[in-house]
Nanobody, 124 residues
Framework: QVQLVESGGGLVQAGGSLRLSCAASGRILSNYLIMAWFRQAPGKEREFVAGSRWDGDTSYGGAVKGRFTISRDNAKNTVFLQMDSLKPEDTAVYYC?????????????????WGQGTQVTVSS
């Protein structure tokens, strides 16, 4: 079992930055976990934001490419999401997810473990 705990959400003005963190704990082989971020805005489906494989390979959703950066510290079982140039449409609950897959996948169905989510609100 893997537990994921997100932190770092909050309120920021458009154009600003936030950094989210997700710490994984439990019976894991951290170096073999895919860790990813998804987000869900009110009335919308949960969408893929970014994912990271243990070897540093990354993938980004089209809406955030060039503005968000995912990184990880395998020694600390932690993944980060640096969000720059934030826009009001980035407002959502951001979820950390993890799975033992060989590649980063963009479907929510591909992830076994989820955090509780952290709210990010971007004001205009």
């Amino acid at each position: 079992q893997v537990q994921l705990v997100e932190s770092g959400g909050g309120l920021v003005q458009a154009g600003g930055s936030l950094r989210l963190s997700c710490a994984a704990s439990g019976r894991i082989l951290s170096n073999y976990l895919i860790m990813a971020w998804f987000r869900q805005a009110p009335g919308k489906e949960r969408e893929f934001v970014a994912g990271s494989r243990w070897d540093g390979d990354t993938s980004y959703g089209g809406a955030v490419k060039g503005r968000f950066t995912i990184s990880r510290d395998n020694a600390k079982n932690t993944v980060f999401l640096q969000m720059d140039s934030l826009k009001p449409e980035d407002t959502a609950v951001y979820y950390c997810a993890a799975d033992r897959s060989p590649v980063v996948r963009t479907s929510t169905l591909s992830y076994e473990y989820w955090g509780q989510g952290t709210q990010v609100t971007v004001s205009s």
